[in-house]
């Protein structure tokens, strides 16, 4: 089992910038790829960014050269720094982690994230 708990949305106007958290626990945190995903009302959750268990990022091409994730093993934490940001970027941010080996999903329960002037 992993807790994950999502920090750091809020209110952010247009061209600021945001650093979202996801801290993990219950299990070994490098054993799991993490992602951040995002759900925009009415719509399907997407995924936004990854980072495996041995640091290789992807991204959705909307949020490439503005977003970036990074994790901290010591700390089973991963982060989003999202800079420039869009008002198409409101959101709900969630937190996933996957484990390596067994497929296994685990959800955050999200952090929202609105971006308006």
């Known amino acids: 089992q992993v807790q994950l708990v999502e920090s750091g949305g809020g209110l952010v106007q247009p061209g600021g910038s945001l650093r979202l958290s996801c801290a993990a626990s219950?299990?070994?945190?490098?054993?799991?790829?993490m992602g951040w995903f995002r759900q925009a009302p009415g719509k399907q959750r997407e995924l936004v960014a990854a980072i495996s268990s041995g640091g290789s990022t992807n991204y959705d091409d909307s949020v490439k050269g503005r977003f970036s994730i990074s994790r901290d093993n010591a700390k089973n934490t991963v982060y989003l720094q999202m800079n420039s940001l869009k008002p198409e970027d409101t959101a709900v941010y969630y937190c996933?982690?996957?484990?390596?080996?067994?497929?296994?999903?685990?959800w955050g329960k999200g952090t929202l994230v609105t971006v308006s002037s």
């Open positions: 996933n982690a996957h484990h390596q080996l067994y497929g296994t999903d685990y």
């Open positions: 219950g299990s070994i945190f490098s054993m799991y790829h």
